[in-house]
């Protein structure tokens, strides 16, 4: 079974911090992605990463997927209120068809 | 805007009873999931269809189904309901390639009581 841990799994902080949570396995996965979510409503998908050691930055976060693609992190510079939310890791393995295993998520708050 | 729909965005019922819950994928997705996350706990995945076939099952109870229809769109049938299964119940899609990305819709929340 594929199990992907996420820490912190909560996180509050002060706006203008940086940070970074984290999002690890022991399993390969072929791409990774993460998406935030916001109470009651759906998972909005931010990023995918599917090479090893690929960065890629969407404004103020940086995504990055581990060289052996088993772990994936993800930094936002100088947090803003309008981050808060939970964040969710998720790895594809070409061994689970198209299903994607999910973390458990990492919550976020950004106080003003 | 995901372009994935779900209805009803609400739901309020009695223990004992049955409801259906609609999803309609994005236009060309063949492929739908069906999530439950209850308060305080991560998406805990259900199952899949591609295609109007089912294609993987996850921790889905047994008084709980699901179909996709040739329009491509789903349901997932929740019977005997208990106080527990109060959760959001979320559908997504995709292309059903291996490690595609999946959009999800705006969730049913459901409430037993």
């Known amino acids: 079974t594929q199990l992907l841990e996420q820490s912190p799994q909560f996180l509050s902080i002060q706006e203008g911090e940086n940070l970074t949570v984290y999002c690890n396995s022991s399993?390969?996965?072929?791409?990774l992605q993460w998406y935030r979510q916001e109470p009651g409503e759906g998972p909005v998908l931010l990023v995918t990463v599917v090479t090893g050691g690929e960065v890629k930055k969407l404004k103020r976060l940086t995504f990055q997927f581990g060289d052996a693609r088993k772990d994936s992190s993800l930094h936002i510079t100088a947090a803003q209120p309008g981050d808060t939310g939970l964040y969710l890791c998720?790895?594809?393995?070409?061994?689970?068809?198209?299903?994607?295993?999910f973390g458990e998520g990492t919550q976020l708050t950004v106080n003003p | 805007d995901s372009g994935v729909t779900q209805t009803p965005k609400h739901l309020i019922t009695a223990t004992g009873q049955r409801v259906t819950l609609r999803c309609s994928p994005r236009s060309g997705d063949l492929s739908v999931y069906w999530y439950q996350q209850s308060l305080d706990q991560g998406l805990q995945f259900l199952i899949q269809?591609?295609?109007?076939?089912?294609?993987a099952k996850g921790n889905i109870l047994e008084r709980f189904s699901a179909q996709q229809f040739p329009d491509l769109h789903s349901e997932l049938n929740l019977s005997s309901l208990e106080l527990g299964d109060s959760a959001l119940y979320f559908c997504?899609?995709?292309?059903?390639?291996?490690?595609?990305?999946?959009?999800f819709g705006p969730g049913t929340r459901l409430t037993v009581t």
């Open positions: 399993s390969v996965f072929s791409s």
């Open positions: 269809y591609y295609n109007g076939e089912e294609r």
């Open positions: 998720a790895g594809g393995a070409e061994t689970s068809g198209s299903r994607l295993t």
């Open positions: 997504a899609s995709s292309g059903g390639f291996p490690g595609g990305e999946q959009y």
